[in-house]
């Protein structure tokens, strides 16, 4: 089992940045897959980026070169880098984590890009 906490989340302007950062209550060393999720009003949650134990990324399509996904298993904490942001990226961010089976998430922090 384990808990995820998100922090960082913030009203920030277009074409500002942001970083968000995930922390678990154990190792993540052994954890095979943790992600970003994110879910804006009135719409679905959507995949952000997702990282593996070793390394390798993926990212939604539309979100590639703009957000950088990266752990540091040493603080057992995932990070979400967001550089250029717009206000379509204002959502509530998820982070996620998969042990065997069984799916974690996270209570979530706001994001909101606005002048």
């Known amino acids: 089992q384990v808990q995820l906490v998100e922090s960082g989340g913030d009203l920030v302007q277009p074409g500002g940045s942001l970083r968000l950062s995930c922390a678990a209550s154990r190792s993540i060393f052994s954890i095979n897959r943790m992600g970003w999720y994110r879910q804006a009003p009135g719409k679905q949650r959507e995949l952000v980026a997702t990282i593996t134990s070793g390394g390798i990324t993926t990212y939604a399509a539309s979100l590639k070169g703009r957000f950088t996904i990266s752990r540091d298993n040493a603080k057992n904490t995932v990070y979400l880098q967001m550089n250029s942001l717009k206000p379509e990226d204002t959502a509530v961010y998820y982070c996620?984590?998969?042990?065997?089976?069984?799916?974690?998430w996270g209570q979530g922090t706001q994001v909101t890009v606005s002048s």
């Open positions: 996620n984590s998969q042990l065997g089976a069984t799916i974690y």
